[in-house]
């Protein structure tokens, strides 16, 4: 089968651990090229290694390569400002685009949850590594019973969140918690991140709080382990750190929370999971960057398969 070729576009710990992990892991994409805007950058030194084409001239670099004309799929890991402009660029010169900043151009896109509903769209957003790692659980508790609050707190090692992270914050909250209500289901949603500086640094960490009505929490249990074997399908360091948990909230004693609106009674399921990395580029804890990659080769993926790229290339 004839590999398609894809670009990332961002050099930073994102970009290059997407890198690795295509030309290691697909049999789909092929790299083509490599942009970024640093050219002492650690990314851009490693794929000239490699052998793959680089700029440090960002989009308008990229687009002067010889190889630009036979890239189908454009991974976006620069920052959100950025991506606004790279998109409008990259569409009209026809690419796929697969968006890894908080930008929301395209619609969320979560591969446990909701990848066959895009597969026409021309910009999908992968959220943010927070929200792939806990939005397919709030699915999992949704579709068991109605998910009236949701809130999430992503804790991730200070040393494996760069630049483009770091500038990203607010967008992160505000993504994530918008995705937890329009992919997850929840009626109204909460997203918390936090950088852990604690040496040796801890793996990614992730906390999912579901409040909804009276339901079987067996079935609800039963859904969440269904979907952490979904997810591992394409992030295999994914798992949950204990059992799930439940708790009545009898309506004698009611839950007061502000984001509600109101007062509460009812399940409270919390959800407690890990995510190591494969340590494609940075160590095992960086399970951040190793599930964000993870989900957006595997949509670049379904999305050449459902096309037959392939077959035309």
Request: glycine share 8%; net charge negative; with cysteine.
């Amino acid at each position: 089968m004839t590999k398609i070729k894809c670009a990332i576009i961002g050099s930073g710990n994102i970009g290059t651990d997407l890198m690795i992990k295509i030309m290691r892991n697909s049999d789909i994409l092929e790299m083509g090229a490599f942009v970024g805007i640093d050219a002492a950058s650690d990314g851009l030194a490693r794929a000239l290694r490699l052998g793959v084409a680089t700029t440090h001239e960002g989009l308008e670099g990229l687009r002067q390569l010889a190889v630009y004309p036979e890239i189908r799929v454009v991974f976006d890991a620069t920052s959100a400002g950025a991506h606004r402009a790279h998109n409008e660029a990259l569409r009209a010169d026809g690419k796929q685009v697969i968006d890894l900043t908080p930008a929301a151009i395209g619609p969320f896109t979560i591969p446990a949850v909701n990848l066959d509903s895009h597969l026409e769209a021309g910009n999908v957003n992968m959220v943010t590594c927070g929200g792939q790692a806990t939005i397919p659980i709030v699915a999992a508790v949704n579709r068991v019973s109605p998910v009236r609050y949701a809130e999430i707190v992503a804790s991730i090692s200070s040393k494996s969140a760069g630049p483009g992270t770091r500038a990203n914050i607010d967008e992160f909250t505000h993504t994530t918690a918008q995705a937890i209500e329009q992919v997850g289901g929840a009626k109204r949603g909460k997203a918390i991140i936090i950088l852990n500086p604690a040496e040796p640094p801890m793996i990614m960490r992730d906390t999912v709080f579901c409040f909804c009505e009276t339901a079987d929490v067996e079935a609800i249990r039963a859904s969440v382990e269904q979907m952490v074997r979904d997810v591992q399908a394409y992030v295999p360091g994914y798992r949950l750190k204990q059992h799930v948990q439940f708790e009545h909230i009898g309506s004698n004693a009611p839950l007061l929370i502000p984001e509600m609106g109101g007062s509460f009674a009812g399940i409270k399921v919390s959800v407690f999971l890990e995510v190591e990395g494969a340590a494609h580029y940075l160590p095992a804890y960086a399970g951040n960057l190793d599930i964000m990659t993870s989900a957006a080769m595997r949509t670049a993926e379904r999305l050449v398969e459902i096309r037959n790229w392939w077959r035309a290339a």
